[in-house]
């Protein structure tokens, strides 16, 4: 496979630009993040050089176009030369998402943290309704034992 991957690389760098749009597919989840990467894809590149990037929204092509010039100085380091002149961001088809494997995801329940039930019950205390209050308690305490995400794409 790695064979016919190089040979078709070259063939496309005949095509300048354009050419690169193999190692620019290969290098946008890194460079983007998976979140950014499930909403917006890169679709084509122009005679200009500038990369058009299709989003799942409006609001993903306005938000990423605000973040226009750190994902094209992301894909400046990882691709060089290679790297689009600018990024334009629209509303367009994305790629299909793979396809789940059955078996293949195991997701653990989460259990929250002991920290997080204490956390959560001081929280809650205030709450009346004694149900309501245990219903908050058990979602606020889930939320506080989640791993923080890093969202900066």
Do not use: Y
Request: hydrophobic share 45%.
């Amino acid at each position: 496979m790695e064979r016919i991957t190089r040979e078709v690389k070259q063939e496309l760098s005949r095509f300048g630009a354009q050419g690169a749009m193999p190692a620019i597919v290969e290098a946008w989840p890194e460079a983007v993040g998976p979140m950014v990467a499930a909403n917006a894809w890169p679709a084509r590149i122009a005679r200009d050089g500038t990369l058009h990037v299709n989003t799942a929204s409006s609001t993903w092509a306005f938000e990423l176009g605000q973040l226009g010039d750190e994902i094209a100085a992301k894909l400046a380091r990882s691709l060089g030369e290679q790297a689009p002149k600018s990024l334009r961001f629209a509303v367009g088809h994305l790629p299909e998402p793979p396809a789940a494997v059955p078996g293949e995801l195991s997701v653990e329940p989460l259990e929250p943290t002991r920290e997080a039930l204490e956390r959560a019950a001081r929280l809650s205390a205030a709450i009346g309704a004694e149900e309501l209050r245990k219903t908050v308690e058990r979602a606020a305490a889930l939320g506080l034992s989640r791993p923080r995400s890093d969202h900066s794409f």
